[in-house]
């Protein structure tokens, strides 16, 4: 049952939140909740870290603290649960953000019970997504995620939230609907659902090549796949902060997730044969969306077209199938988390103050406000991949993993993917230019109030996890490395 | 880690022993510094300029104790330079046989650098608490140096391409911090985000070079690049000269790429658009990054990797033609401005050129290499006269509050110490014996005599130029008109931390070409002996002198023979003045072309064909549910019409089928 914790607190937490009646009370024990999972979560990996050390296998199989129950014993559906280095840093990163997420979320005033109560629900289905090694489990919470989503933003957004509610929810839907139809596929070709169990059957090639593109598009609506990006852009604008935060910062990581472990770890062949597709589609989405970011002018359309340039390196790594390209894209998931979850919290602290989002309008906020400008500085350079932070080492190990295919049309994608550096350089920039540098140009903000201690707590809290994991990169990858030499035996292994 | 700490404070088994041990420290207290201003702005406030000024004078010492123990008594082994690798940290690792292992590794070529940056650095520092007294932003100020010294410091020592890669970028970070250190001035704020995407531009190529190198070397360390791809006979070696791409071997790409990164941070010919710009920041920051350190990172670059260059001939040329390129164009423009920062701005690129075409010119090993140490002996020599240039024009600038030659000029009696320090400076800029320039110079123009004609002669033509336009700098400030009565003349060249680094580097600027520099750093780290050949340097010297007396005659009184000459060449002048419109072109193409027909259209096309699309399915559902939504009608007789329809339907499927 120890795993499976990870779900239940945030349940219990949402019961314990129903019964609260001042907005105080709320507040508290969402918090709490949030910090009790931070602590079961550093618990889990201190004990991963220490497993790992002593090169101790779950009975031969890579995944820890498994848990297998039978849910439905008459499709063969199991309650399996269980985690190898991925699941670990995603679910870290889970953590990180949810614990920000409800600290930067502190002001809700109007129905803020309800505020917490889907934010949790969120949490809760982001972890059992990530735990699950039964894929019916696995979509079963990735379903969950979805309707939360839908109401955050509808209830608590801004600007046209009702339009931007609706296309994330269908696309996402449409995403699932895939989805569904690869799961259906993998179970007749294996009848299982279990992940350990397809992966050792052999599927027809085939029928591989037949089932991958419904998988691997399904989650690829999830992780921003050009060209089923256009969710991105409005969903994250329109969502409050905290929900900006988890869409971005958690939301995509599930699609990525998806298309590793589920899509190119069950269907090596496929993977293989469609490999070069996915690598144009996602040099495209990264330097498209790089130049498409360059135009926008309100900070969180910066952010959300950004985001949809960083995801393409997520892809971009998956496809190139190449262990270090592979862990490059984990990486980039963990540090893409935490960095845009920073970005659309410091976007969110100057929007409560400033109420505006426009580049034009803001401006010379570093005088005024310096703690949220420097936040939102440090965000920015993480974000055009700065050493020193996670987005640098994401990003190079990407490359250097993308270099290891020698064919030109590989080459040539990671030449361009490489040039997104410039563009995204010139974006950030012009954004930092516009908004925090400069002149102040309205008189009232010189009276705004900078970062108070929950903004500042939750602020510091990504920033740690960003840092550390730009200057020790190796800790990182520690968890990584197995789980990548698994996945990419298991590749070659089907050649 | 753990073994890391336990060097750190133990100093135990390391080569060069103790003193090499202590070389982390001189990385880790500017780091200290830049954190703790960071993060403790509001407790450290009053200390802050004490703090990292003691802290840099320390990194300081012990850098000095490092260079004397290596060049003087234990570097040595066999009459050649060792390459001592101090500490070794595990990192990251790419694949099982690829590791990245960060660390420190000294050679001459580091050792040297390691001196300069901190020598350099601690004269800054000490200037700027003067200078930037009263700023609101001090500790940001001091912090942000200490990021800079970290990372330049860490950029000289790197042990492998991913670690200088990494400092490279943390370098430009530092510049654009403290290019756009007034950040309520719109003009800083530009020009820092010029400088940093001009140079991101060209890391791009640096990024690509260092793939392609590591991706065929399978390893990121210089020693072991260098020794794969100088062994002819080695697999990786044949292969990356076999393959081509568009005509050019994979190796030729890879350092081309790898120039042009360098090109972009040295501020070449055509990258350079963003060092006159960069001049917005504090006087001091331009002493120290746009003039001393970082700048000639393309030059230390180019030589760390230089044995590697020097089987490549294309590439090796392309650096000496770019060079020299340089050289000229940046002096015709220094000529022509009137910001004294600009000016010494265009003559920094245009000695970095000096340095770069040296580099081109030379060969590998021996006397062959004289070319090497003599960029190299230039780039030491360059540090201290250019810095000391940027300090006066700080001091000035302190005094007069204006960037304008027209501003100036007779303040010779104001400020003697200012004076005879920029004088010695210009003196050593125009290579006139025995001031330090001189000896550098010499060397490489001797080494460009011997490899290339050519590029002598024009190098020739840059050096009479270069002692004009420096000369009429000096004239202009100091001579020229009788100074402006309003500044008065008390305290006019600030407080004594201002004078003091002016004097220490002026007697350094005076006495550093003494130095046998060929005799610490070669190309094949053998010590071998220079001389100067008199003769040879006649002409040279007479053409500086000449270029001396010209800026005399037209800048020494105040006069319109100046004016009357740049009338008569009215079109040059202009082309000059106005930098030969490169920058216009390059806002073209950034502005016209790229925003207005690759970014616009990117922005339009998502938003209106693919999400156009997007919702397009969404309507055609929608259509297609209002549409059918008539057939449940719930009137009886079109249910009924339906069933006939159907039956009919399916009776002549069956009879077609039948027949």
């Known amino acids: ?495 | 880690m753990r073994e890391l700490l336990f060097h750190i404070i133990a100093f135990k088994n390391l080569p060069l022993g103790v003193v090499g041990g202590a070389a982390i420290w001189i990385i880790l207290l500017p780091l200290a510094n830049f954190v703790l201003l960071g993060l403790g702005k509001k407790y450290l406030k009053n200390i802050a300029r004490i703090f990292s000024t003691v802290l840099l004078f320390v990194a300081t010492i012990i850098a000095l104790n490092i260079a004397y123990h290596y060049f003087f008594i234990d570097g040595k082994v066999n009459g050649v330079y060792q390459t001592i690798n101090v500490y070794q940290m595990h990192w990251l690792s790419f694949t099982e046989t690829m590791h990245v292992e960060i660390g420190i590794q000294l050679d001459a070529l580091s050792v040297m650098m390691l001196v300069v940056v901190t020598f350099i650095s601690l004269m800054v520092h000490l200037f700027s608490l003067g200078y930037m007294k009263g700023e609101e932003r001090y500790c940001n100020y001091f912090s942000y140096l200490g990021l800079f010294t970290f990372s330049m410091l860490g950029l000289v020592v790197a042990t492998n391409l991913l670690q200088l890669y990494m400092c490279w970028e943390l370098v430009g970070i530092s510049s654009y911090l403290l290019i756009g250190f007034y950040f309520q001035k719109p003009s800083a704020v530009a020009a820092a985000k010029k400088a940093f995407i001009v140079t991101r531009f060209a890391d791009l190529g640096l990024l690509i070079g260092i793939l392609i190198l590591s991706f065929n070397t399978n390893s990121f360390n210089f020693q072991t690049i260098i020794q794969t791809l100088t062994n002819t006979q080695s697999s990786s070696f044949i292969s990356i000269t076999a393959s081509s791409f568009l005509g050019m071997s994979t190796l030729t790409w890879a350092l081309v790429l790898i120039f042009i990164g360098g090109a972009g941070k040295s501020a070449m010919l055509p990258l350079h658009i963003w060092l006159p710009d960069a001049m917005e920041g504090p006087t001091p920051v331009s002493a120290l990054i746009h003039a001393a350190t970082m700048v000639v990172a393309g030059v230390f670059l180019v030589a760390k990797l230089f044995a590697v260059f020097a089987i490549n001939v294309t590439a090796l040329q392309l650096v000496a033609f770019v060079g020299i390129a340089s050289a000229l164009f940046a002096a015709i423009i220094a000529c022509t401005q009137t910001d004294i920062k600009r000016v010494l701005a265009y003559s920094t690129m245009s000695q970095i050129g000096y340095m770069m075409f040296a580099l081109g010119v030379s060969k590998y090993g021996g006397e062959e290499g004289l070319g090497y140490s003599a960029a190299l002996f230039h780039l030491f020599t360059h540090a201290f006269f250019k810095s000391l240039l940027f300090l006066c024009a700080g001091a000035v600038i302190h005094l007069v509050h204006s960037n304008e030659m027209k501003d100036m000029g007779g303040l010779k009696k104001l400020m003697p110490i200012t004076h005879i320090a920029f004088l010695i400076a210009c003196l050593a800029i125009a290579g006139v014996p025995p001031f330090a320039g001189f000896f550098s110079k010499e060397e490489i123009l001797s080494a460009a005599y011997q490899n290339n004609k050519t590029i002598y002669i024009i190098a020739l033509i840059t050096s009479a130029i270069t002692a004009f336009y420096m000369f009429r700098l000096y004239f202009s400030i100091f001579w020229n008109k009788p100074h402006d009565s309003r500044l008065t003349a008390h305290h006019s060249e600030g407080t004594l931390t201002m004078k003091l680094p002016l004097i220490i580097l002026m007697v350094c600027a005076a006495t550093v070409g003494f130095i046998p520099f060929s005799e610490f750093l070669s190309s094949n780290n053998q010590p071998y002996h220079s001389a100067i050949n008199i003769g040879f340097s006649i002409l040279p010297v007479l053409l500086g002198l000449g270029g001396i007396l010209l800026a005399g005659i037209l800048y020494f009184k105040q006069n319109n023979k100046a004016d009357k000459i740049t009338n008569s060449f009215q079109v040059i002048y202009k082309a000059a003045y106005r930098k030969f419109y490169i920058d216009e072109l390059y806002l073209f193409i950034t502005k016209k072309i790229i925003f207005n027909c690759i970014g616009k259209p990117a922005a339009w096309f998502d938003r209106n064909i693919i999400d156009g699309c997007m919702n397009g399915i969404a309507s055609v559902a929608s259509f297609i549910s209002t549409s059918i939504k008539n057939i449940q009608s719930g009137k009886v007789q079109h249910y009924t019409l339906y069933f006939f329809a159907g039956v009919a339907v399916l009776l002549m499927a069956v009879l077609y089928v039948w027949s």
């Open chain 1, 1 to 495: 049952m120890f795993l499976s914790s990870l779900v239940i607190l945030p349940l219990l937490t949402v019961i314990a939140v129903l019964f609260c009646k001042e907005l105080k009370q709320i507040r508290v024990v969402a918090f709490v909740g949030s910090v009790l999972q931070l602590f079961l979560v550093t618990y889990i990996t201190m004990g991963f870290k220490i497993v790992s050390v002593f090169n101790f296998k779950n009975n031969g199989s890579i995944f820890l603290l498994e848990e297998n129950y039978n849910w439905f014993p008459f499709l063969n559906i199991h309650y399996h649960v269980g985690i190898d280095g991925i699941s670990m840093v995603m679910i870290l990163l889970t953590s990180f953000i949810v614990a920000a997420g409800v600290l930067i979320s502190w002001k809700i005033k109007e129905l803020s019970k309800e505020f917490f109560i889907l934010l949790l629900l969120l949490a809760a289905s982001a972890y059992g997504f990530f735990i699950s090694l039964d894929i019916f489990t696995m979509f079963f919470f990735l379903e969950l995620a979805v309707i939360p989503k839908f109401l955050l933003i509808a209830i608590w957004g801004s600007g046209k939230k009702e339009y931007s509610a609706m296309k994330l929810a269908l696309m996402l839907m449409a995403g699932s609907a895939l989805i569904f139809v690869g799961i259906m596929g993998l179970y007749y070709s294996t009848h299982s659902f279990d992940l350990q169990i397809i992966s050792q059957t052999i599927i027809n090639p085939e029928t591989q090549k037949i089932i991958f593109p419904f998988l691997f598009i399904g989650f690829g609506f999830f992780a921003a796949l050009f060209p089923f990006h256009t969710w991105v852009p409005d969903g994250h604008s329109s969502a409050p902060t905290a929900a900006s935060m988890f869409l971005a910062g958690i939301s995509m990581k599930l699609g990525g997730y998806g298309c590793l472990k589920v899509a190119t770890y069950l269907l090596p062949v496929a993977a293989q044969y469609y490999s070069p597709y996915i690598i144009a589609l996602s040099a495209i989405a990264i330097l498209y969306g790089a130049f498409a970011t360059m135009m926008q002018t309100d900070l969180k359309y910066i952010n959300a077209y950004s985001s949809v340039s960083h995801c393409g390196f997520v892809l971009l790594g998956i496809g190139m199938l190449t262990q270090t390209a592979i862990t490059g894209a984990v990486i980039q998931m963990v540090s893409h988390g935490l960095m845009t979850a920073l970005f659309f919290a410091a976007i969110g602290m100057l929007y409560e103050r400033t109420h505006t989002r426009q580049v034009k309008e803001l401006g010379g906020l570093l005088k005024a406000i310096p703690f949220i400008s420097t936040i939102f500085i440090i965000a920015g350079l993480c974000s055009l991949g700065l050493p020193g932070l996670s987005g640098f080492v994401a990003e190079f190990t990407v490359f250097v993993g993308s270099w290891q295919r020698v064919e030109t049309t590989y080459r040539i994608a990671t030449v361009l993917s490489c040039a997104s550096i410039v563009v995204t350089a010139v974006y950030i920039l012009r954004a930092i230019a516009s908004s925090v540098l400069g002149p102040l140009k309205n008189e009232h903000f010189f009276n705004l109030k900078d970062a108070a201690w929950n903004e500042k707590l939750a602020a510091v809290l990504l920033l740690a996890g960003i840092i550390i994991i730009g200057v020790m990169p190796y800790l990182l990858q520690n968890f990584i490395t197995d789980s990548t030499v698994n996945i990419i035996h298991h590749l070659n292994g089907s050649k």
